[in-house]
């Protein structure tokens, strides 16, 4: 098996990322951008979540269908047993 943290960065590599982020940003830049990834990261968790909650209701619809359609199709042959059983009855 392959491993794949070979190629991920180490901390030295990490510290020096963070170092020329500061120097080619500035330490005035550095927290507008944080804030505007915070906010980024909260839109995509809201939305990550709405997804969530429309797939739930969309499968609890489905289930709640199929469920109905099974209670109808019961209510049906139960008509039936009732009346071949009425037949039968008004045969003898």
């Keep these: 098996m ?3 943290f070979f190629n991920l960065p180490g901390g030295s590599e990490i510290v020096l ?3 020329i982020v500061l120097i080619f940003f500035g330490g005035k830049k550095i927290p ?3 804030r505007g990834l915070g906010k980024g990261m909260r839109e995509f968790n ?3 979540t709405s997804i969530e909650t429309e797939i739930k209701e969309g499968m609890r619809d489905a ?3 199929a469920l109905e359609e099974k209670k109808e ?3 049906i042959i139960e008509k039936e047993i009732i009346e071949e059983q009425r037949d039968t ?3 003898k």
Excluded: F, G, Q, V
Aim: no cysteine; hydrophobic share 40%.
């Design 73 to 75: 199709r019961e209510r």
């Design 2 to 4: 392959i491993n794949l």
């Design 63 to 65: 289930d709640r269908k």
């Design 46 to 48: 809201s939305a990550r």
């Design 89 to 91: 009855e008004t045969t």
């Design 17 to 19: 990322i963070l170092l």
């Design 32 to 34: 507008e951008l944080m």
